[in-house]
């Protein structure tokens, strides 16, 4: 018999896909930063403040935030979910246009990013940090 394993925690705040999302994840992810005893917490607030406002944007249904600690780093990954079935996709730069250019610059931020599936619908964009 195997002895348990505790989880890490996860924490999660489920917005309602309005306008006001974006300022109540960053708010959400500066209180778990400042809780986990990290005090750079600038690029963490930036990049989920560009995800949700993605989601908002151009998803579907509720959107959910998720902030960890990679368990065999220790490194601070947040996830965020909706229901929509597009995928974020990074756009060809385009010096006319005046929006667009949001994921590739959390790409430039993160150590790590990607998109999965979720098997009942929709997706998680997850970003995991320097």
Excluded: Q
């Excluded at 959400?28 to 750079?40: E, L, N, R, T």
Aim: glycine share 12%.
């Amino acid at each position: 018999m195997s002895a348990p394993v505790k989880a890490p925690e996860i924490l999660t705040l489920v917005l309602e896909s309005t306008d006001k999302a974006p300022g109540l994840a960053r708010r959400f992810v500066g209180d778990v930063c400042a809780g986990w005893g990290i005090a750079d917490d600038y690029v963490a607030r930036l990049v989920v403040c560009e995800l949700v406002t993605n989601s908002y944007l151009h998803g579907e249904g509720p959107i959910v935030v998720r902030v960890l600690r990679d368990e065999r780093d220790g490194r601070l990954v947040i996830e965020v979910w909706d229901g929509g079935l597009g995928r974020p996709e990074v756009g060809s730069e385009n010096l006319a246009s005046i929006s667009g250019r949001g994921l590739a610059l959390v790409i430039e931020m993160v150590r790590a990013w990607g998109v999965r599936p979720l098997n009942e619908g929709g997706k998680v964009v997850w970003v995991k940090f320097h």
